[in-house]
């Protein structure tokens, strides 16, 4: 089975940066449609950015959050700058074992993380 284990979270202020990782087990990262998502107190889970050939990120945040894989530590990084606080959330990792990406959106994916609490003030 894939296991996925994010780390890197945080208190920052804001305008900071914080680099969130997701540890792969049970497979490869780059074998599959993989995903982070958040979710603030209160509201419903938000989809951010996903991977397979390709990244797409949600305009909301396209031009401060970065995806990338590294093969070497199989891991499906998020590095994010210029945070707001409006960005404070738990942040996801998912993933679509063996299967290319759907639409961005949390029903897509059927893998997911414990999560990793993001603070900004």
């Known amino acids: 089975d894939v296991q996925l284990v994010e780390s890197g979270g945080g208190s920052v202020y804001a305008g900071g940066s914080l680099r969130l990782s997701c540890a792969v087990s049970?497979?490869?990262?780059?074998?599959?449609?993989m995903g982070w998502f958040r979710q603030a107190s209160g509201k419903d889970r938000e989809a951010l950015a996903q991977?397979?050939?390709?990244?797409l990120r949600a305009q909301s945040v396209k031009d401060r959050f970065t995806l990338s894989r590294d093969s070497a530590k199989n891991t499906l990084d998020l590095q994010m700058d210029s945070l707001k606080p409006e960005d404070s959330a738990i942040y996801y990792c998912?993933?679509?074992?063996?299967?290319?990406?759907?639409?961005?959106?949390?029903?897509?994916?059927?893998?997911w993380g414990q999560g990793t609490q993001v603070t900004v003030s």
């Open positions: 991977i397979f050939r390709s990244p």
């Open positions: 049970g497979a490869s990262v780059t074998s599959m449609c």
């Open positions: 998912a993933a679509r074992p063996g299967r290319s990406c759907g639409a961005l959106a949390p029903g897509s994916f059927d893998t």
